[in-house]
């Protein structure tokens, strides 16, 4: 892999990148949307043509005149990303306009390291550059789960990544790859997902929550992620349900995660097995010595009491503290995913119950609550968008 140093020079050519992002479009399209002489526009999108930042791509259909030439971001432009979860590593290839080329996926501790995380995500991205997806990249995205500082690209006190703390993932990453590299938590990659390709493509403003072995928020104001002054917007999962209830990763007790995070349900899964109250879960335990979230999700699926018990408990839980999230920010829209999310439409069922009660009327009245439908890419597709928005930003351009 060889570095990729070519970016937009100006402002007005970065704003034409990201229109192009979602699509080819003609160039009387473009200055229909852009304040930009026509002379200007032709220009710049001249300049990216030669520059190999974008390219011709046949004629527009006639608006009532000569037909306009259409220009699409260059065929050739890659992202990576990479969205390490707690466990499970996921990497993807896209071209210039985000569609995924290749997607790859494996189980991985993310209590390993950060030596070994990352260099089994960069092993992965080569798998793909030697099935001949890429040979340059022009930027990569990564997500952790944890908090993370933006502006210095580094994980800090993550409560479930021992040895990740303050660990320069954005300057390993972008050293091993040689292309520009930007690192955020995971749950705002998987938002910046859904805004792309997913069920908030036409939302500005929107909540996703993400429950999985931890539980976050991914928090969008005006099309843009919101991180807060020091990055750590969105860590719901250690709010306070409850003063007496278990003590949580974090140090603290009674946190939503504690309840509901997938090894907090694996926990109660374990005891309502146990307890005789669940025959399925108890078969399962005696089999595998263990238990997940898939197995409670199974068993619920069977009609199974005690699980449905269990996955109503850690909905309403989720619902009572998602309740006060929306009378406080009044999204459009509401977004459940992440692994536990699998549990499905009891889950969903419960967490609608529970916010369409306790919330305000009026923030609640036209309020979708929806499970996520691009599963394990969302977070892959995010990443890719969030290094593309770094690449094509006004702030950044070549010689800088």
Known sequence: MKRT???????HQAALLRLLRDGGRSRAELGDVVDLSRSKLNVEL????????????????????RRSGRVRIARDIRFAGIDIGATSIDVAVTN???????????????????????????ELLGKLSRDGLFTDLSGAGIGVPGPVSFAEGVPVVPPIMPGWDRYPVRETVGQALCCPTVVDNDVNIMALGELHAGLARHVEDFLLVKI????????????KIYRGVS???????????????PVCSCGNS???????????????????AR???????????????????EDVAAAAAQ???????????????VGQVLASLVSFFNPGLVIIAGGVAKLGHVLLAEIRSVVYRRSLPLATGNLPIVLSELGDTAGVIGATRLISDHVYSDHVYSGN
Do not use: M, Q
């Open 254 to 272: 009674g946190c939503l995660e504690a309840y509901f995070g997938g090894a907090a349900l694996a926990r109660e899964a374990v005891a309502v």
């Open 5 to 11: 140093t070519i970016r937009p020079e100006n402002a």
């Open 275 to 293: 307890s005789g109250g669940s025959p399925y879960l108890a078969e399962r335990l005696a089999v595998a010595g263990t238990l997940t979230a």
């Open 96 to 122: 210039g306009e985000l569609e995924v080329l290749g997607h790859l996926s494996e189980p991985c501790d993310i209590k390993e390291g950060p030596g070994v995380v990352l260099d089994r995500a960069i």
């Open 303 to 317: 009609g199974d009491a005690g699980a449905i018990g269990l996955i109503r408990d850690g909905g309403r839980r």
């Open 231 to 245: 990055g750590s917007a969105g860590d719901i999962g250690h709010i306070r349900v409850d003063d007496l209830g």
């Open 212 to 223: 999985g072995t931890g539980i976050g928020c991914g928090i969008v104001v005006g099309g």
């Open 46 to 65: 001249d300049r990216l043509i030669e520059l190999g930042l974008a390219e011709p791509d046949g004629l527009a259909a006639s608006r009532g005149g």
